[in-house]
């Protein structure tokens, strides 16, 4: 089985510039989240979609940040205009509807930001 | 707010040892704790999954246990081998209508052949 696919794995580019990560979930899961890990504060949750739906953005830094999810099978986070602190690893997770199921993780984008 | 803390923050053994990495939660009204692994330029790996309820949980060498009274819990790696070098990660959900994971900081396992 496929499992959480994520695109680009590493980017590279100049504050200012447009970001877009990408994000394919594992077919038939219902829940799809988006983290930010750094060595500072660690892995945060930054929004989930529950059916194409965002539930929880609260996570969101900055209206720079934006996520969508068009269809069951493609997500995307974007930051516009980026900043050097954006500098982080990027994961896409999902999961099938219930709580205690688990979630199953990308092997995440690796940005940098110059 | 829910807090999550992982003690040590890193740690190295000799193949064979058993060992205890802890992980600890502010509030107790957890509806979940999970342990993950994650290896160098990988996304995490579940390992366990503890419902409120249970007090513990076994795959293979490894077992983790609940005690959501005291905000704990406990993962025992038996026999470690250098293969299960990672970093060991804590996550709860918090009880609720959410999905979100609040995760620890982690515990860098180093197991020396």
């Known amino acids: 089985d496929a499992g959480v696919i994520q695109s680009p794995r590493h980017e590279v580019t100049e504050m200012g510039q447009e970001v877009t990560l990408r994000c394919k979930p594992i077919s038939g899961h219902d829940y799809l989240f988006w983290y930010r890990q750094t060595m500072m504060r660690g892995l945060e949750l930054l929004i989930y979609f529950n059916n194409n739906v965002p539930i929880d953005d609260s996570g969101m830094p900055e209206d720079r940040f934006s996520a969508k999810m068009p269809n069951a099978s493609f997500s995307t986070l974007k930051i516009q205009p980026s900043e050097p602190r954006d500098s982080a690893v990027y994961f896409c997770?999902?999961?099938?509807?219930?709580?205690?199921?688990?979630?199953?993780f990308g092997d995440g984008t690796r940005l940098s930001i110059l | 707010k829910q807090e999550v803390t992982q003690i040590p923050a890193a740690l190295s053994v000799p193949e064979g040892e058993n060992l205890v990495l802890n992980c600890s939660f502010t509030?107790?009204?957890?509806?979940?704790l999970q342990w993950f692994r994650q290896d160098p330029g990988k996304g995490l790996t579940s390992l366990l999954l503890i419902q409120s309820s249970q007090r513990e949980q076994t795959s293979g060498r490894l077992n983790a246990s609940l005690d959501k009274s005291s905000g704990r819990s406990t993962l025992y790696i038996a026999a470690s081998q250098p293969g299960d070098s990672a970093t060991y990660l804590c996550a709860v959900i918090d009880g609720g209508a959410t999905n979100k994971l609040i995760f620890g900081t982690g515990t860098l396992l180093a197991v020396q052949p």
């Open positions: 997770a999902s999961s099938v509807g219930h709580r205690n199921q688990p979630q199953h």
């Open positions: 509030d107790s009204a957890i509806y979940n």
